[in-house]
Nanobody, 118 residues
Framework: QVQLVESGGGLVQPGGSLRLSCTAS????????MGWYRQAPGKQRELVAT???????NYADSVKGRFTISRENAKNTVDLQMNNLKPEDTAVYYC????????????WGQGTQVTVSS
């Protein structure tokens, strides 16, 4: 199994930036597709961005051009750089690891709060 720990959340003004980081516990990190999801109060969890082991990325339309996902396989980390933050970005952000080779598995971090408010 994979243990995921997020960090970097906080309070920021609209237009500001935050960088979220996620650290995984496993040395087999490179076989997982990593992602960031978010969940606002009263809403279901939604995809923000994903990145494969080879570096292929996918973004939700709402964050394209503002957020950048990256990974450092040697360090077992995945980051989310969030720029030009908007109030609607306010949510708990969760790190996700998904395994699809040999067997399927899905792991989640405990989440980090991001609040965008003036």
């Amino acid at each position: 199994q994979v243990q995921l720990v997020e960090s970097g959340g906080g309070l920021v003004q609209p237009g500001g930036s935050l960088r979220l980081s996620c650290t995984a516990s496993r040395s087999t990190f490179s076989i997982y597709t990593m992602g960031w999801y978010r969940q606002a109060p009263g809403k279901q969890r939604e995809l923000v961005a994903t990145i494969t082991s080879g570096g292929s990325t996918n973004y939700a339309d709402s964050v394209k051009g503002r957020f950048t996902i990256s990974r450092e396989n040697a360090k077992n980390t995945v980051d989310l750089q969030m720029n030009n933050l908007k109030p609607e970005d306010t949510a708990v952000y969760y790190c996700n690891a998904r395994r699809t080779i040999h067997f399927t598995a899905n792991y989640w971090g405990q989440g980090t709060q991001v609040t965008v408010s003036s």
